[in-house]
């Protein structure tokens, strides 16, 4: 590997961790970096962060409170240091016993029946962000057989990436952009301010991506790039504007659910409101797209090139995704069909039974010393 | 003529802007240095705080966070090594975060400058200069620690 290609795994590697970071915000945007999602509709927030932040601001400003900190179930207290990962599992597998299936009919919140094998650690309401992206496809729920093009962007003040392996330089307007194929799909990538697009098509030709690509203009809301969507066929059309992740997501809060068993597999749970995206998902970069149902919703399953795979399915009037760390396939589906409704009521407790503790911190010395951390509350 | 409480005002408009201008690009800075992502909102809003009581007078706010968010994620780093050898001693099994990049673990075996340099060029785009700013140390030393750390990675790559 040369000096290059080693730098350009770097840059890459730093930057999936750090698109993937979670980032508990309370309207926080990252200004100059990351448009926040355009038209985010109301929601409730998570309790601990709406009280972490107001009790920040307000603490360090006025009372002189140096610091307000989270610190995760687990976490050893008083000693300034959280811990890595929460490691004990909280035992907060819902008694379902009396929770009514139809009236959560609608519902797109779910957990884990009292009998489960697994067990909740954390409950969350989190900002859902990513890679920003538009998707064109057909409105056929199979848009992956169709043409399809995954616009995604993010920052990149790192200077121009590296070549990828394999790839044609090619201009596009008055860029250089990269032309190679990845996974059955025509990729282009294009370098741009300070900004990486890049361009995933389905049963394009290389023409029409191209084109595509030269029609592409900054999203005035800072969402990426649109594009004519008349250069990729009849009936293709904006489908989807948000983030991109391992799948697709747009609006927030995203409701996740961490839970892990015995045996010492974590699982993710993540809840949607937009239905759509059971079929969306389908253009997130699968080698391989199974359908099938989990109870009786549709869903697939798509498995990447890595061998790892995500359980996407409809689920009350939102869409559902659940990944395993190293689990096969059968596995993903157990979990999935063992999965059931909650309430908002339920959820909402759930959420607050896994919340971290609040800790406040004082200095203990000048100000750059050591801190002192005390529990002063829970959230309500 | 402007009051002690409008000047208050103001410095708390300013820093609650600064606040939420940079408060996500910090957590993701906590979780390259550390790896931690459980522990990154933690770390960031302690280098929020410990640079508060000083902010009127920093020139350079953005630079100043760098700095503090380096150090605050090295007492972290120093830690969590403080505990692992104990639960290593104890038996206990090491902590998957469950990344797919072999390059991110190796990222983090390496010693926290080392790590550092690469997440403050690679990630933040810093120069050199910048760097050194930040790292309190001259550039020669970034380009030591940045040879160093490249050789490391290279020596576990295939």
Same mark, same amino acid.
């Given at each position: 590997?040369?000096?290059?290609?080693?730098?350009?795994?770097?840059?890459?590697?730093?930057?999936?961790?750090?698109?993937?970071?979670?980032?508990?915000?309370?309207?926080?945007?990252?200004?100059?970096?990351?448009?926040?999602?355009?038209?985010?509709?109301?929601?409730?927030?998570?309790?601990?962060?709406?009280?972490?932040?107001?009790?920040?601001?307000?603490?360090?400003?006025?009372?002189?409170?140096?610091?307000?900190?989270?610190?995760?179930?687990?976490?050893?207290?008083?000693?300034?240091?959280?811990?890595?990962?929460?490691?004990?599992?909280?035992?907060?597998?819902?008694?379902?016993?009396?929770?009514?299936?139809?009236?959560?009919?609608?519902?797109?919140?779910?957990?884990?029946?009292?009998?489960?094998?697994?067990?909740?650690?954390?409950?969350?309401?989190?900002?859902?962000?990513?890679?920003?992206?538009?998707?064109?496809?057909?409105?056929?729920?199979?848009?992956?057989?169709?043409?399809?093009?995954?616009?995604?962007?993010?920052?990149?003040?790192?200077?121009?990436?590296?070549?990828?392996?394999?790839?044609?330089?090619?201009?596009?307007?008055?860029?250089?952009?990269?032309?190679?194929?990845?996974?059955?799909?025509?990729?282009?990538?294009?370098?741009?301010?300070?900004?990486?697009?890049?361009?995933?098509?389905?049963?394009?030709?290389?023409?029409?991506?191209?084109?595509?690509?030269?029609?592409?203009?900054?999203?005035?809301?800072?969402?990426?790039?649109?594009?004519?969507?008349? &250069?990729?066929?009849?009936?293709?059309?904006?489908?989807?504007?948000?983030?991109?992740?391992?799948?697709?997501?747009?609006?927030?809060?995203?409701?996740?659910?961490?839970? &892990?068993?015995?045996?010492?597999?974590?699982?993710?749970?993540?809840?949607?409101?937009?239905?759509?995206?059971?079929?969306?998902?389908?253009?997130?970069?699968?080698?391989?797209?199974?359908?099938?149902?989990?109870?009786?919703?549709?869903?697939?399953?798509?498995?990447?090139?890595?061998?790892?795979?995500?359980?996407?399915?409809?689920?009350?009037?939102?869409?559902?995704?659940?990944?395993?760390?190293?689990?096969?396939?059968?596995?993903?589906?157990?979990?999935?069909?063992?999965?059931?409704?909650?309430?908002?009521?339920? =959820?909402?407790?759930?959420?607050?039974?896994?919340?971290?503790?609040?800790?406040?911190?004082?200095?203990?010395?000048?100000?750059?010393?050591?801190?002192?951390?005390?529990?002063?509350?829970?959230?309500? | 003529?402007?009051?002690?409480?409008?000047?208050?005002?103001?410095?708390?408009?300013?820093?609650?802007?600064?606040?939420?201008?940079?408060?996500?690009?910090?957590?993701?800075?906590?979780?390259?240095?550390?790896?931690?992502?459980?522990?990154?909102?933690?770390?960031?809003?302690?280098?929020?705080?410990?640079?508060?009581?000083?902010?009127?007078?920093?020139?350079?706010?953005?630079?100043?966070?760098?700095?503090?968010?380096?150090?605050?994620?090295?007492? =972290?780093?120093?830690?969590?090594?403080?505990?692992?050898?104990?639960?290593?001693?104890?038996?206990?099994?090491?902590?998957?975060?469950?990344?797919?990049?072999?390059?991110?673990?190796?990222?983090?075996?390496?010693?926290?400058?080392?790590?550092?340099?690469?997440?403050?060029?690679?990630?933040?785009?810093?120069?050199?200069?910048?760097?050194?700013?930040?790292?309190?140390?001259?550039?020669?030393?970034?380009?030591?620690?940045?040879?160093?750390?490249?050789?490391?990675?290279?020596?576990?790559?295939?």
């Amino acid at each position: 590997m040369t000096d290059e290609e080693l730098e350009r795994e770097i840059t890459h590697a730093l930057a999936w961790r750090a698109e993937r970071t979670a980032v508990h915000r309370d309207a926080l945007s990252e200004s100059g970096r990351r448009p926040l999602a355009p038209a985010s509709r109301p929601h409730r927030r998570r309790a601990v962060t709406r009280f972490v932040m107001a009790g920040a601001v307000a603490a360090m400003v006025v009372a002189g409170l140096v610091a307000i900190r989270v610190e995760r179930a687990g976490a050893p207290t008083g000693s300034g240091q959280a811990a890595a990962v929460s490691s004990d599992p909280v035992a907060t597998s819902l008694d379902m016993t009396t929770a009514s299936a139809v009236s959560n009919a609608g519902s797109s919140l779910l957990g884990l029946p009292a009998d489960s094998d697994w067990t909740v650690t954390l409950a969350e309401e989190v900002d859902f962000v990513g890679a920003n992206t538009r998707i064109y496809a057909t409105g056929s729920d199979r848009p992956e057989t169709g043409p399809a093009l995954v616009v995604s962007g993010q920052s990149w003040s790192t200077g121009p990436p590296g070549q990828p392996p394999g790839s044609i330089p090619i201009d596009v307007g008055d860029a250089t952009g990269w032309l190679f194929d990845s996974d059955g799909r025509k990729r282009l990538m294009v370098y741009v301010d300070d900004y990486l697009y890049e361009y995933s098509a389905f049963n394009l030709t290389y023409a029409q991506l191209l084109a595509a690509a030269e029609s592409a203009s900054p999203s005035p809301d800072g969402m990426g790039a649109i594009v004519d969507a008349t &250069t990729l066929g009849d009936g293709v059309t904006e489908q989807f504007v948000g983030w991109s992740e391992w799948t697709f997501g747009a609006g927030t809060p995203l409701r996740r659910l961490s839970v &892990t068993n015995g045996a010492g597999d974590r699982a993710t749970v993540l809840m949607f409101d937009d239905p759509d995206l059971v079929r969306l998902d389908r253009l997130a970069g699968f080698t391989t797209i199974t359908d099938v149902t989990v109870g009786d919703r549709p869903g697939f399953v798509g498995e990447y090139e890595s061998g790892t795979g995500v359980v996407v399915w409809s689920v009350g009037a939102g869409t559902a995704t659940l990944s395993i760390d190293g689990a096969g396939i059968d596995d993903l589906l157990d979990l999935a069909r063992s999965l059931v409704p909650v309430s908002e009521q339920e =959820w909402t407790a759930l959420v607050e039974a896994t919340a971290p503790p609040v800790l406040s911190c004082v200095p203990v010395g000048d100000q750059t010393a050591d801190t002192t951390c005390v529990e002063v509350s829970t959230p309500d | 003529m402007a009051t002690a409480d409008d000047d208050q005002a103001d410095l708390t408009r300013r820093f609650g802007e600064f606040f939420r201008g940079n408060y996500a690009r910090t957590v993701r800075l906590a979780h390259l240095l550390t790896g931690s992502e459980a522990s990154a909102e933690d770390l960031a809003q302690e280098s929020f705080a410990r640079m508060h009581p000083k902010f009127a007078d920093i020139d350079n706010p953005g630079g100043y966070l760098h700095t503090v968010t380096l150090n605050v994620c090295r007492r =972290w780093h120093q830690g969590r090594f403080r505990d692992e050898r104990t639960l290593q001693r104890a038996g206990a099994p090491g902590v998957d975060s469950g990344e797919p990049h072999h390059l991110l673990e190796l990222i983090d075996a390496l010693p926290y400058r080392q790590r550092a340099v690469l997440v403050l060029r690679y990630w933040l785009g810093l120069r050199e200069s910048e760097i050194a700013q930040a790292l309190g140390c001259r550039p020669g030393t970034v380009r030591t620690l940045h040879f160093r750390a490249l050789a490391n990675l290279r020596k576990e790559l295939p």
